[in-house]
């Protein structure tokens, strides 16, 4: 099987190919600027010593700052970091922000260490990279694993080694640290207004309360599984690393969420039906869940989740992808056939580093913006996004995927040329 990275490869080369970009830019375009690739030692409670691979990877920053997260995963690795890296730039471009793209990681399951131990692998990753990052260089953010308490933690390190305070160096921050009213649900917002306009601009039959089903129920998938929920659709099923649930009547969404935000967990014997919480939510494994007959399914997790050994299985109408490189081009190449609809991570998810543009801007002023300013805004900018989005797509006669990556690529080739 390809790796996530030669995945990613393989989309640009073909997005250059039918978006006609010279040689030169596209050399460019397949190649990281520059990768650090070093290791955190970490001295545990107990006194022993752990040792971290960690990446940062800068892929382009021909329309700004590298932007991107940092994943704190026990299966990170540099080929996912790299292929993560590249997809920011297409991202950013694609949403018409003055960033280039960029990602890190560092390999640990951040829920094995205490408070102490993460605070202190969070301040060694700022250490090491400190001359290569900056509110001008590059701009990192929250990812799988991390949250907004690690961003405090960073922007502190950095502005310690700065002399400076310094919160425009990274975005994701809490709103009690600098960070932005609006960025924590960003995401999950700019992927709702992409599927609402989607479903807006086809004419497909898609029942007046659309069912959906949700692979990941992190800061992404549980923010758009609220937003949907209020706005009209059915979420069906959801899931975490430890499985699925279902509920055929619909999930009540809001008591799940509490639940999480309250003891850290989806406590199993505690999801119940929206219409009656003397019914309980079923589980399910998470195999079971991306094939269910559902008009929508959100892969919310992880990349390489839908490949050619399940594609087979699915049945939903429309694949929104909030993850990054969820679905493989083999397995695209079998939905396309089938007539399911493929709305791509870099279209899809990009609410995220919109909102992360907004936090930057008001870091660098100084300034504060409501929480409802700051989704207008990001509203504003996914609908035109997926509009032009659409246009190419109509131009090129393509897929949704290539023709976003059409898009991206040809606003980076008009700078390199
Ligand atoms: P998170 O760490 O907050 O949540 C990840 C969720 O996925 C958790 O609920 C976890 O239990 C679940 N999960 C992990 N492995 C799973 C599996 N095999 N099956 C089912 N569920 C599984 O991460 P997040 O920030 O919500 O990110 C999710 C995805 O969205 C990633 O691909 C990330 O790169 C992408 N993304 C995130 C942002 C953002 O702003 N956080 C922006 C753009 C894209």
Redesign the pocket.
């Known amino acids: 099987m390809s790796t996530f990275f030669e995945n990613t490869q393989k989309i640009i080369q073909e997005a250059a190919e039918q978006g006609h970009i010279a040689e030169r830019a596209r050399a460019k375009m397949l190649i990281p600027d520059r990768v650090l690739e070093f290791q955190i030692d970490l001295t545990r409670d107990d006194g022993s010593i752990m040792h971290l691979p960690a990446w940062r990877v800068q892929h382009n920053n021909v329309l700004g700052p590298y932007k991107g997260?940092i994943?704190f995963h026990q299966d990170s690795n540099l080929d996912e970091v790299k292929a993560?890296a590249s997809l920011m730039t297409w991202k950013t471009s694609l949403c018409g922000l003055p960033f280039g793209g960029g990602k890190g990681a560092i390999r640990v399951d951040p829920r094995s260490l205490s408070k102490r131990e993460l605070e202190e692998v969070s301040r060694s990753y700022v250490r090491a990279i400190y001359e290569y990052i900056g509110p001008q260089k590059d701009v990192p953010?929250?990812?799988?694993?991390s949250n907004a308490e690690i961003m405090d933690w960073m922007t502190d390190e950095y502005s310690r080694l700065a002399g400076t305070a310094e919160p425009a160096a990274f975005t994701?921050k809490s709103v009690q640290k600098g960070g932005s009213q609006g960025r924590e649900v960003?995401?999950g917002f700019g992927g709702y207004v992409v599927l609402r306009e989607f479903l807006a601009s086809t004419h497909r039959e898609v029942n007046t309360s659309p069912t959906v089903a949700i692979?990941?129920?992190?800061?992404?998938?549980a923010n758009i599984a609220r937003l949907l929920a209020e706005n009209g659709f059915r979420v069906i099923a959801i899931?975490?690393?430890?499985g699925a649930l279902f509920e055929e009547q619909g999930i009540d969404v809001p008591s799940v969420i509490d639940m999480k935000e309250r003891t850290g967990i989806i406590e199993r014997n505690k999801c119940y039906s929206l219409n009656s919480h003397e019914k309980m939510c079923l589980p399910l494994t998470?195999d079971q869940l991306l094939a269910l007959d559902v008009d929508i399914l959100i892969p919310?997790?992880?990349?390489n989740?839908i490949t050619e050994n399940n594609a087979g299985a699915v049945r939903a109408r429309v694949v929104l992808e909030?993850?990054?490189g969820?679905v493989t081009p083999g397995a695209e190449a079998m939905l396309t056939a089938w007539g399911i609809q493929v709305i791509p991570?870099i279209l899809a998810?990009g609410g995220?580093?919109a909102g992360s543009y907004f936090e930057w801007v008001q870091s660098q002023d100084q300034s504060y913006w409501p929480e409802q300013q700051v989704l207008e805004k990001i509203e504003k900018q996914m609908i035109e996004t997926f509009r032009h989005v659409a246009g190419t797509r109509e131009h090129y006669q393509t897929s949704w995927r290539l023709a976003a990556f059409i898009y991206a690529l040809q606003r980076i080739a008009q700078k390199i040329s």
């Open positions: 997260g994943r993560l953010a929250p990812d799988v694993g994701g960003a995401t692979q990941g129920f992190g800061n992404v998938g899931s975490d690393s430890k998470n919310a997790a992880l990349e989740q909030m993850a990054n969820p991570d998810n995220g580093v």
